[in-house]
């Protein structure tokens, strides 16, 4: 059966349209959560002292908000890119929301890694 294959970043799905006789319909498309293996790529848009709820209006309007702790701050992420190009205008996303200082950053297998890292990494696989 013939498809059609989408990807919605701001809540990270793959949405596929599933053809019938008459066409495309995209009246209820179905979605899957990707597992992401491998290095990941988000935007990190606030860090606190203090955790923020997730219902603050801070993070009103925006996709899932994620946070990790270290170095003794709750830090927020946006996103979950496979490659450093595509996080990049999502960045531009954030920064045009308002959180002027975001930037991008990489986890492998769940841990923070350099962009370096994150690079040398993907070339080896």
């Known amino acids: 059966m013939p498809f059609k294959l989408g990807y919605n970043a701001w809540k990270d799905e793959m949405v596929i349209l599933v053809a019938n006789n008459m066409g495309l319909s995209a009246s209820k498309p179905v979605t899957y959560k990707i597992e992401k293996e491998g290095v990941v790529f988000k935007v990190q848009i606030k860090s606190s002292w203090k955790k923020i709820p997730e219902n603050s209006a801070l993070f009103k ?3 899932k908000v994620e946070y990790y702790y270290s170095d003794n701050l709750y830090k927020y992420t946006i996103g979950n890119f496979s490659s450093q190009k595509a996080c990049d205008s999502y960045l531009q996303t954030a920064v045009k929301q ?7 950053v990489a986890f492998y297998k769940k841990n923070r890694i350099s962009l370096e890292e994150a690079e040398r990494i993907i070339t080896s696989m």
């Open 61 to 63: 309007g925006l996709p």
């Open 98 to 104: 308002g959180f002027k200082d975001a930037f991008v």
